[in-house]
């Protein structure tokens, strides 16, 4: 009787290694850009600062999609723009990205995704640099105040695009609206006065009534720039349109949390939506029933 080693080799892996059908199975996930007048077309020509929109289709082939990243590539290097975690098991991914173009001439943008088995797919469409420049008008809020998390007296929640506030009260309705929320505690022992938002785990355990809502934004921080403060506060007062709202924004260097967020910091953030913006803290208190004063800068 012929025996077959690599035949036997992977039994012997599988039951060493507690191997299920499914862990053995290869997937064949898929992913395309959406067609349509609303999204970027592979090709175009956009100025620097003009608006790139891209809309995303995958499915994980009988596997849950786990994770999208994006990245630009252009000569000089290749930038992760986002990298998002997820769990996508029936109906597939359905998503639409929003950045800002860069100064480079040629940009190629990679759409990669990857299911539960750790299979990828990738989709990819090429940017080439417009002439002039795009930068946009933004919104200022010079003063939006919020309590911390046993504050009974000031509202908790922040719609970045209006500045409007709302507590568990009035928020009722705009759940889909709010980007912002803030909390205060220790890490590590150190005092943290923290901005986060709805779609943050910890920031539901501070301000538990979100996790019933249907609609969790998740807003990113550039810790980076912020601990770093690479962002002046002259520049933030200086700023009359969106150049360095997007290019204070360094992408690989995000969370949906931003600890220690002291009087006189600078914050950049993107919205869930896509909106580049920037925060400057006025005031932090130091206990949980403080507040803290924010004003901020955010793309129209």
């Known amino acids: 009787m012929k025996v077959y080693k690599p035949f036997i080799i992977s039994i012997f892996l599988c039951f060493t290694f507690s191997c299920t059908e499914d862990e053995l199975s290869e997937t064949n996930p898929f992913v395309i850009l959406k067609p349509g007048a609303e999204y970027t077309k592979d090709g175009a020509s956009i100025p620097v600062g003009g608006q790139i929109k891209f809309g995303i289709s995958a499915v994980g082939d009988g596997a849950a999609i786990t994770n999208l990243t994006v990245q630009r590539i252009t000569d000089e290097e290749v930038i992760t723009e ?149 962002i002046t506060i002259e520049e933030f007062d200086a700023a009359q349109n969106d150049s360095l709202l997007v290019n204070g924004y360094i992408p690989g260097s995000v969370s949906g949390t931003c600890k220690y967020c002291y009087t006189d910091k600078i914050i950049p953030f993107k919205t869930s939506d896509g909106k580049y913006g920037l925060i400057k803290v006025l005031h932090a208190d130091e206990f949980d029933t403080g507040y803290m004063e924010i004003a901020v800068k955010i793309q129209k």
């Open 82 to 230: 986002l990298d998002r975690g997820m769990y996508i098991k029936t109906g597939g991914l359905d998503t639409t990205v929003t950045f800002v173009k860069g100064p480079a001439e040629l940009e190629t943008w990679r759409f990669i995704i990857m299911n539960g088995h750790r299979d990828t797919a990738s989709v990819s469409a090429v940017i080439n640099l417009g002439e002039g420049s795009a930068y946009g008008e933004i919104n200022y809020f010079s003063s939006i105040t919020i309590g911390f998390q046993n504050n009974t007296e000031l509202p908790y929640y922040i719609d970045l695009h209006t500045g409007n506030t709302y507590n568990n009260t009035t928020v009722e309705g705009h759940e889909p609206s709010i980007d912002l929320a803030s909390y205060y505690y220790l890490s590590s022992g150190k005092s943290s006065p923290t901005l986060s938002c709805p779609g943050y785990e910890t920031a539901r355990y501070y301000h538990p009534e979100m996790s019933s809502w249907t609609v969790q934004n998740s807003t990113l921080y550039d810790y980076e720039t912020t601990d770093y403060d690479l």
